[in-house]
């Protein structure tokens, strides 16, 4: 569920006009108050110690390497200040970017995709979500990694109807289950029927609430696992 209350938001955007689009968005919403604006990782750094933000709203690649610094930066803020969440703004449908993200665990994290951020209550919903301490990740990102590992080795996901894999990807948004029926079309008992069908399956314990965006993320987590282990092996 959601907090209540504004949120006090850190952005690092080194592109003007879009920081400041984003900016006027999440302050219009009338749910956010953006506390600083940054250009690149080190200013955001130095602005979640001077304001201890609520949430922090990042782009991937910034000055001055243009690589993954928005990543860096996420992780080192989590690490750091473990109740600020954080969501990573990508332009990359690349998995890659996704499971470098998650290396060191979900909680407070998310990863969306600029394209397709559909409106701006998505983005407040994400905020919010990592603030909780929750997890959101692009459908996107979870379609691809299915593809390819429906396509490699057996896995837990290969188990999954195709119902239940569009309740996990509803899941992976940080959607409760009223959330999905709404967003699916289902009814409660059906939901119910397929969230524990998922838990079951990815043989996750029933130890808490984060086991419903677990699902995903330790599926993730077991991708970038595998792949670091590939690598060693060659």
């Known amino acids: 569920m959601d907090e209540p209350g504004v949120l006090r ?4 955007e080194d592109n003007y006009l879009v920081r400041e689009g ?4 999440l302050e219009d919403s009338g749910e956010i108050d953006v506390v600083s604006c940054t250009g690149n990782a080190t200013e955001l750094l130095d602005a979640v110690r001077r304001f201890s933000p609520d949430a922090v709203l990042t782009d991937i690649r910034m000055p001055p390497g243009h690589h993954m610094e928005g990543i ?3 992780r080192t803020i989590r690490a750091a200040h473990p109740d600020t969440g954080v969501v990573v703004l990508s332009q990359h ?3 890659s970017y996704a499971l470098a993200l998650f290396a060191d665990g979900s909680a407070g994290l998310g990863y969306l995709l600029k394209d397709r951020v559909g409106d701006l209550e998505d983005l407040v919903h994400a905020l919010r979500e990592v603030r909780a301490g929750g997890s959101v990740i692009d459908p996107q990102i979870v379609d691809t990694l299915v ?3 429906s396509a490699g080795a057996p896995n837990p996901l290969a188990d999954l109807s195709p119902r239940e894999l569009d309740v996990l990807r509803e899941m992976a948004q ?13 009814s409660s008992s059906t939901v ?6 998922i838990f079951t399956k990815l043989h996750l314990p029933a130890t808490g609430v984060h086991r419903r965006v677990a699902a995903v ?7 970038s696992r595998e792949a670091t282990h590939g690598e060693r092996g060659q």
Do not use: M, P, W
Request: glycine letters at 4%.
């Open 93 to 95: 449908a690349d998995e």
């Open 9 to 12: 938001v850190v952005i690092a």
């Open 22 to 25: 984003i900016r006027r968005l």
């Open 147 to 149: 593809r390819r590992r």
């Open 72 to 74: 860096e930066a996420a």
């Open 217 to 223: 993320l330790a599926f993730l987590q077991n991708d």
């Open 174 to 186: 940080g959607r409760t289950n009223a959330g999905i029926e709404q967003s699916l079309y289902l």
């Open 192 to 197: 119910e029927k397929h969230v524990n069908a």
